[in-house]
Structures are given as structure tokens and as C-alpha cells.
């Protein structure tokens, strides 16, 4: 191990420039999946936010029998993903919409009648808020038939759901092509320094060094190079959420466990690049 140290510290002193472009490669590969990383977190952050206020509300007809309303109440209070049922009179809901909107009570006063119909408001269990499941809960709402609409926020909960997709996917590609990009300058860097030690390396095997004792030094050489792409990656994505947590809106930092991820991805990039270009280019020796 020694000698694979003192090897792979050689290497950075011949080839600082292209261990350096090693490096900011990989580190602009986790730079761009840190900033998704981000949006990500925090589009979720929201959306549980978003979702704990999601509700399902089931517009009745004007001649909803009470009976079958409150019989279909108990039904979908049985509903696995529903927590609560609430029956909002017309009354009830003329005065909500008067708290809620007090710009309107001019309007709502000089009315003859109450053009505000009756519904049944349904808070969901915790979990069992997301797209499908709401959708779910509001086509066998919408299957009664004294409910004339089913109301819950389609529009917007499937643009922000679309959005953290978009959000993911881009991470994953961008995160790629850099990771691409990052493997060709390693497998550049580790043909140089085996080309340089070619004749180093002839002896060696005649003395009987295994291509593992060889290939140590490159390995190690490329863990570090991978390590210090992460660190690069942290500190260009910090300072990124430092600027648009302070001057747009307030962000989350991504939880601790994602940050050594990306480390140990970034060591990972190193040594998996390093290990395959030594292992092909030592056959050509």
C-alpha cells in the first residue's frame, strides 16, 4: 500500500492538469445532479405540504335525498384511504364562502337564493394522498348518482407530480452525460501514465508483480480523483443554494445521506473509470 501511494501521488505531480480536468468533470456531473437533487427535495417538501391539504369534494344535486346522502356518507367514510367525511349544507356553505371571500358579501346579500350547492368534503389519510389515489377516491365518489361533480385539484396536483418527474429524469441524463465525459478524460489520464511507465511495468511482471499489485496505484488514483470531483460537486451545489436560498426563496439543503452519496458516487466514478482503462490498456503491454 505504501507503494501504491507514493505511485498515485507520482501521477498527480506528472499529470496535474489532466487529474485536475478528471476531477472537475466528475464534479460537474454531481453538480448537475445535486441542483436537480435540490429541486427535487424540495418539490417534494412541497408537494407533502401541498398534499396534506388535499381534499376531494363531491358537488350534490339540488334534489339529493338525505337518506341516500347520509347512507353513502358512512360508505365512503369505510373507504380505506379516506380519514374524515364532512356534509357542508347549502346554508353552511352560503356562510363559508361569505368568511372566505368577505368581498363578496355585497353579492352574496343581495341575493333572492343560495345558488351554493350541498357537498360532501373528504379529508384523506396521511399516505394516501397522491395522484392515484385521489383519483381513485373521486371516480367512486363520482359513481353515486346524486353527485354531480367531483372537485380536487386535478390540473395542478398533475403539473406539480409532472414536474418532480421532469425534475428526476433530467438529473439522471445530464448526471450521465457528465459521468460519460468524466470516464474518457480518466481512461486519457491512466493511458498517459501507463504508456510513461511502460517500461516500468515490463520489469515488474518479469520479477513477478501481479496486475493486481500493478493496478493498485491507478485505482488509488483515481479514488482520489473521484473523491475530489465530489467535494467539488458539494461545494459548487452548497454555494448554489446559499445564493437561491438568500436572494429568490427559502430552500431545503438535501438530507445528509444524499451528500455522502454523492461522495461515495463520485469515488466510485473514479475507481470503476481508472480500473477498466488500466485493465484494458495493461493487456496491450
Known sequence: MPYAIREALAAFRRAPLLTGLSSTMIGLSLFAIGLFGIAAHNIRIALERVESRVEVVAYLRDDAPPEAVELARSEIASFPEVRQVLYISRDQALEIARQELAEMNAVFSGLDFNPLPASLELRLKPGQRDEKAVQAVAERVAAYPFVEEVQYGRDWLDKVYLLRRVAGAAAIVLGAAFAIVAAVIIGAAVRMAVFARREEIVVMRLVGATNGFIRRPFLLEGLV?????????????????????????????????????????????????????????????
Open 225 to 285: 480523483t473521484g473523491l475530489a470531483g465530489g467535494l467539488i460537486a458539494l461545494a459548487c451545489t452548497y454555494g448554489v443554494f446559499r445564493i437561491l436560498s438568500g436572494a429568490v426563496f427559502r430552500l431545503v439543503w438535501i438530507p445528509d445521506l444524499w451528500v455522502a452519496g454523492g461522495l461515495v458516487a463520485g469515488a466510485v466514478m473514479g475507481v470503476l473509470s481508472s480500473g477498466l482503462s488500466v485493465r484494458r490498456h495493461l493487456r496491450e503491454i
